[in-house]
């Protein structure tokens, strides 16, 4: 097993994999992982569809285009969960605020739901597992992979994970400097124009370089980009859907 240090610190997301199963006593790490990840009050409001299954794999690759969830050997799909709590309540006959119809009550789903992901990333790449965490799953074709999955209200696609074994070992990117990440006791600004700078030069090296030659673009034109993008999205509609979507804040 890798050390902490390590699995942590040369992190880099793994997009092709060896046709070979994960071993049963690592995926059960894995799993014990997930379920003892910490969670809002403990109440875990997530859950995750564990996907194994070749031809189901398939299905959701020609919804997203993600190949490394073809390729991977097991694809997590991490969920927001208030359905639980709405069957529990049911059967002791219990009234049922509407939480998740706040903005912290999508938070917190969507909050649990990541801090589950990252234990079983952790955990998985601890055991020498590649893996590529993958949000587009959220935004591509959220309303036909719920339907896929056979989500019930109350459950929303948060993110998700491929794992497998690694038949690649890729270049870290680039990251920001310290400074633009961690601030001390309060939010500083002081320098900061020219250490965005150095590392948008930093990205468009690392794209020039990693992509042949058919992009130079720096940080901050890359996530521009990926911003506007964004925007044509239809999140909250799909949330709405699933029974979230804020409403208003209510006073109790």
């Excluded at 002081?190 to 990693?210: F, K, P, Q, T, W």
């Excluded at 058919?214 to 996530?223: N, Q, R």
């Amino acid at each position: 097993m890798k050390n902490i240090i390590d699995t942590l610190l040369q992190r880099t997301s793994i997009r092709r994999y060896e046709m070979q199963p994960i071993e049963p006593e690592k995926l059960s790490l894995i799993y014990q992982a997930i379920n003892n990840a910490p969670s809002s009050y403990n109440g875990q409001q997530y859950s995750v569809i564990a996907i194994d299954n070749q031809p189901l794999k398939e299905q959701i690759y020609a919804l997203t285009g993600q190949k490394q969830i073809k390729t991977c050997a097991l694809f997590l799909v991490f969920c927001s969960d208030y359905h639980k709590i709405e069957v529990a309540t049911r059967q002791k006959e219990l009234s049922l605020p509407p939480f998740q119809r706040t903005l912290d009550g999508i938070l917190v789903g969507v909050i649990d739901a990541t801090i589950a992901m990252s234990n079983a990333r952790v955990m998985a790449e601890a055991l020498g597992l590649g893996c590529c965490c993958i949000g587009y799953i959220r935004t591509a074709a959220p309303r036909e992979l719920s339907d896929l999955l056979q989500l019930p209200k109350g459950v929303a696609i948060v993110c998700g994970l491929a794992i497998g074994h690694p038949r690649e070992q890729p270049d870290k990117r680039p990251k920001q400097d310290e400074a633009l990440v961690i601030h001390h006791n309060q939010y500083h600004t002081n320098g900061m124009s020219e250490l965005l700078a150095r590392h948008d030069r930093n990205i468009a090296l690392y794209n020039h370089s990693h992509s042949i030659g058919t992009t130079d673009k720096g940080w901050a034109i890359h996530m521009t980009e990926y911003y506007k993008e964004g925007m044509s999205y239809h999140t909250l509609d799909y949330y709405n859907q699933q029974g979230y979507g804020v409403v208003e804040e209510y006073d109790v």
